[in-house]
């Protein structure tokens, strides 16, 4: 499975930003897709993840603010920023899961600054 990760950039507080990930490859594999995030310095952590035919979950940072979802017949997976905050700056990753081992696109970077 591959993934490919685009729409970050720089914005300012309050704004907004959608990243999309595109996957390709042996996709009948994936249970489930979702996004992550590494902040300076921290640990990657959980964003949103929503598994095959259901809906998404969110970490409570980002609840009432990011949207995430998927098509299915694209094979994408989008998460949708709202209200950004100066927090919100990190590199996003979306994550391919399946039954075996997860799968990682390469990154993008997510700056919230003024």
């Known amino acids: 499975v591959q993934l490919q990760a685009s729409g970050g950039g720089l914005v300012q507080p309050g704004g907004s930003l959608r990243l999309s990930c595109a996957a390709s490859?042996?996709?009948?594999?994936?249970?489930?897709m979702g996004w992550y995030r590494r902040a300076p310095g921290k640990e990657r952590e959980l964003v949103a993840n929503?598994?095959?035919?259901?809906?998404?979950i969110y970490a409570d940072s980002v609840k009432g603010r990011f949207t995430a979802s998927r098509d299915y017949a694209k094979n994408m997976v989008y998460l949708q920023m709202n209200s950004l905050k100066p927090e919100d700056t990190a590199v996003y990753y979306c994550?391919?899961?399946?039954?075996?081992?997860?799968?990682w696109g390469q990154g993008t970077l997510v700056t919230v600054s003024s």
């Open positions: 994550k391919a899961r399946t039954l075996g081992p997860g799968y």
């Open positions: 490859g042996s996709l009948f594999r994936v249970t489930a």
């Open positions: 929503i598994v095959n035919g259901g809906s998404a």
